[in-house]
């Protein structure tokens, strides 16, 4: 049976938003604060290789490669910069963190395709693994909308702990973070 998905880009916005103001982003509205990919464009489908290889519960088909990501305009403040991965669709709305990368160095403004797992402190996915982890929805779902977010931080190199879970991530940045920008990447199998 197939689960309708009732989403869309704007309203998966509207909850990477809200994610944001919890971490005290009321006011991190950054004019022009941007991410882009070459890989995918906003609501645009991933591509096979972002695909995870394997999922607990199923085999994916991917590569499990991160896509290449860059950012442009960011507050002139930005101490460090994070990225966060998540599908909020899953688990029945309850939501899942595939990639939390943080201390990324200021004057940084763009990761290359499979780099989810270097050149930063990565915290814990989904699968309680630090890294990169590719998208697997269940056959005959609707596409899920895939929120990438990247965070620009008044926080320096080294302020936060390693390996993180999502919640403890956006708990630490509550406060510190001076600008978000996100972009929708869409799977289906």
Not at 164 to 176: C, N, S, V, Y
Request: with cysteine; proline share 7%.
């Amino acid at each position: 049976m197939r689960r309708r998905n009732t989403g869309n880009a704007r309203s998966v916005m509207a909850v990477a938003a809200s994610l944001v103001a919890g971490s005290g982003g009321a006011g991190n509205a950054q004019p022009g604060f941007e991410l882009t990919s070459p890989a995918f464009k906003d609501g645009g489908f991933l591509q096979k290789k972002h695909v995870a290889t394997t999922d607990p519960t199923r085999e994916c088909g991917g590569d499990n490669v991160s896509p290449p990501l860059a950012w442009h305009k960011a507050p002139a403040a930005t101490k460090s910069f994070a990225m966060l991965m998540f599908d909020p669709e899953a688990r029945f709305g309850v939501g899942l963190s595939h990639w939390v990368a943080y201390d990324i160095a200021p004057d940084v403004a763009m990761l290359n395709e499979g780099e989810g797992t270097k050149k930063h402190i990565n915290g814990k996915n989904y699968r309680g693994f630090t890294g990169y982890w590719g998208v697997c929805p269940p056959v005959g779902d609707a596409p899920h909308h895939y929120v990438f977010m990247v965070y620009a931080l008044d926080i320096p190199l080294g302020g936060l702990k390693p390996e993180l879970t999502r919640e403890d991530f956006l708990a630490a940045i509550r406060g510190k973070s001076i600008g978000a920008a996100g972009l929708i990447g869409l799977y289906a199998r």
